[in-house]
């Protein structure tokens, strides 16, 4: 399965290691994360 997370997803699982890091951990392990390059720009 190919998985497009979030902005909010990346900030809350880095920042605040609530659910959203299970969310992401869990994706990060099992999943094919992809993300795009307007992602990238808008977490810097």
């Known amino acids: 399965m190919k998985i497009v997370l979030d902005t909010n997803i990346f900030i809350s699982a880095f920042v605040f290691r609530g659910k959203a890091a299970a969310?992401?951990?869990?994706?990060?392990?099992?999943?094919?994360?992809?993300?795009?390059?307007?992602?990238?720009?808008?977490?810097?």
């Open 23 to 44: 969310v992401f951990d869990h994706c990060a392990l099992r999943e094919e994360l992809f993300v795009s390059q307007w992602i990238l720009d808008e977490l810097a």
